[in-house]
């Protein structure tokens, strides 16, 4: 079983987050390795601010830089990543969600990996074959690190780790693979293996928005976003992508959660209630049959 | 004596333009011609109501001989030549707020509408706006006093509402990353609607300061705050923004007798989603549908519109004085 480490952190300034996160390694036995090129992928997902809960915090980035230029070394070159999406263009993302500032104030480089050197790469998802352009600032890194939300996902039921891997594709048009997103998720889990996945949990969007104020760690993105469902009252086993990515050997779902106490942030999670459940149910029908082109 | 259907064209399909194009299908008084739009799946979308003239050059549509009157909806910057080519062909217009991105382009707008004797109308939905309409009558009537001060909100996401079509997600448009495009930001985007409404309430405005806030670290704000003093002595606080997932259209009203809240939203989720299936407009949207039935009823009767090309044109020099005199913290 793969570790899990939970750890509460009620501020949001970047010395707190720093324990926190730097707590979480220590809980999972993680040491940080040599590293002279690091790669971050924060979650950036449309004009949201962190402050909704839906993207990751510039401030939590800030921190765990902070984090790996005390422990690795005051040198490492350290990237934060994205892509452009169907819905959203790196070079308005990144000064929207603050990123350009942070950038500026920690000395980091954006990458846009939509406009990167890429290499084609092939990977087998059960039984059918991906290709995909992998870019090669992600290859060359010596430590990837992941940093996802923990969210609501009407497609895949959540988004945490192993959804985060699908913004690396640099491919713009990414509603394209919506009919069979579980797979592709794997797929570029299996083409990109991140080395540590940090979640940031300070604030998230459940049925609402809350400070959450939770930072959870692991080695193992299976095992992250098997806990990240739990809190969430998901059954990670429900997850297909979860299942899948344990079937091709990306981690386990069963975990062992260590730190702080679990049932504290299940029970505090904003979780969906039947009747948003059955809206967003119905509004899938309803795009289904294009009736929401008459929401204009 | 009938009085012929008004026929109309709409330039610019984007997501007011959509709005207009279906709520004219609804119109008894009036029939589309035709639209015109640069995008291809836009025109599908016309296709899929009904339009069968569909033109990627407004040129085109504009030298159609029985179109009356033109929609147009296009992004700020496009307005002064689709505006002024529309009135050359002697169509009537119905311009989307605001009337320009610079004030030279909307007072030629105006000049040459008036040269020309062409009905201009500028969109500002709240005025159209049930809620709205029973605040003008209110103030008219003397029960609320002497209007001392006033505060209109308008705040949302703006361009950055997140929109999805057919599970599709919808970017932002480029040009609302482009001041020169837009002519500034929250303020000329969301207070130009609570300006004219003040103004439309209060009278002229006699000066006018605001505050501007960039949350989102763009060259135009996303939010700000205008305080404007009235000629008639009222003091309007408009607090307007891009950058909140909720809505809110309101002004508050604290007259010497009485105060008085109007706000235009939508109706619940459920209520929405019932009207949808029933093929009905979203609530939001029906002033947009008053709005284009009083401009279609102008033209059948031959009378001015009202807000008018000179009133959008005011209100763009209140935006502009008070991006002149920002308030410093």
């Not at chain 2, 959008?312 to 913290?329: G, Q, S, T, W």
């Amino acid at each position: 079983m793969s570790l899990v480490g939970l750890v509460e952190c009620k501020t949001r300034n970047v010395d707190s987050i720093k324990r926190a996160i730097g707590e979480a390694f220590r809980l999972i036995d993680y040491p940080l390795p040599k590293a002279e090129k690091i790669v971050i992928k924060p979650n950036m997902c449309y004009y949201w601010d962190w402050s909704t809960g839906q993207t990751t915090d510039p401030v939590f980035v800030a921190a765990l830089i902070s984090l790996f230029r005390e422990e690795i070394s005051p040198n490492v070159k350290i990237s934060i990543v994205e892509s452009d999406a169907s819905a959203m263009k790196c070079k308005y993302a990144f000064k929207y969600l603050g990123y350009e500032k942070l950038a500026k104030d920690c000395d980091v480089n954006l990458v846009n990996l939509s406009t990167v050197e890429t290499e084609k790469a092939t990977v087998k998802v059960m039984d059918e074959v991906f290709e995909f352009m992998v870019p090669k600032i992600i290859m060359d890194a010596d430590l990837c690190v992941n940093v996802p939300k923990m969210k609501y996902m009407s497609f895949t039921k959540i988004s945490a780790a192993l959804k985060n891997i699908y913004g690396c594709n640099p491919y713009p048009k990414k509603f394209e693979y919506h009919s069979k997103l579980d797979d592709v998720i794997v797929a570029l889990n299996k083409v990109m293996p991140f080395n540590l996945h940090v979640l940031d949990g300070l604030t998230v969007c459940g049925s609402k928005t809350l400070r959450l104020g939770l930072v959870m760690a692991s080695q193992d993105p299976v095992a992250l976003d098997a806990a990240a469902a739990t809190v969430m009252s998901i059954n990670p086993k429900s997850v297909a992508h979860l299942k899948l990515a344990e079937r091709e050997g990306l981690g386990k779902i069963k975990f062992t959660a260590k730190g702080a106490d679990f049932d504290y942030f299940r029970r505090r999670f904003p979780q969906k209630s039947l009747s948003e459940g059955a809206i967003a149910f119905g509004y899938r029908v309803a795009c289904k049959l294009g009736l929401d082109k008459r929401l204009i | 004596m009938m009085v012929k259907k008004v026929n109309l064209g709409i330039i610019g399909l984007g997501h007011i333009g959509k709005i207009h194009l279906r709520n004219c299908l609804n119109l008894k008084s009036a029939r589309i011609i035709a639209v015109a739009d640069t995008s291809k799946k836009a025109l599908n979308y016309a296709k899929e109501l009904g339009i069968r003239r569909l033109f990627t050059d407004y040129h085109e549509l504009l030298k159609q001989p029985n179109i009356d009157a033109v929609i147009i909806s296009l992004p700020t910057h496009l307005h002064v030549n689709c505006a002024i080519s529309a009135i050359e062909e002697r169509k009537h217009i119905l311009l989307e707020k605001p009337i320009a991105a610079k004030l030279e382009e909307g007072e030629k707008i105006v000049s040459v509408a008036r040269k020309h004797d062409v009905k201009l109308m500028v969109g500002y939905p709240l005025r159209f706006s049930r809620k709205f309409i029973d605040i003008k009558r209110k103030i008219e009537s003397g029960v609320l006093g002497d209007i001392q001060v006033a505060h209109a909100i308008n705040i949302a996401a703006g361009p950055f509402t997140h929109q999805v079509e057919s599970n599709v997600p919808s970017a932002v448009p480029e040009w609302w990353f482009n001041k020169d495009m837009t002519g500034g930001g929250a303020l000329i985007d969301l207070g130009s609607h609570m300006i004219n409404l003040t103004r439309w309430y209060f009278g002229e405005v006699r000066r006018v300061k605001a505050y501007f806030g960039y949350r989102f670290n763009f060259d135009f704000e996303d939010h700000a705050i205008c305080i404007a003093q009235f000629e008639s002595g009222t003091i309007a606080v408009i607090n307007v923004g891009w950058f909140s997932q909720k809505t809110q259209v309101s002004i508050e009203l604290y007259g010497t007798v009485d105060h008085t809240f109007g706000t235009h939203k939508s109706h619940s989720k459920v209520i929405t989603a019932i009207q949808l299936i029933l093929g009905k407009n979203h609530a939001f949207f029906i002033p947009y549908l008053n709005e284009v039935a009083y401009f279609v009823g102008c033209i059948r009767n031959d009378c001015q519109p009202s807000p008018s090309g000179e009133d959008a044109l005011r209100d763009l020099k209140v935006i502009a004085e008070a991006y002149e005199n920002p308030i410093l913290f």
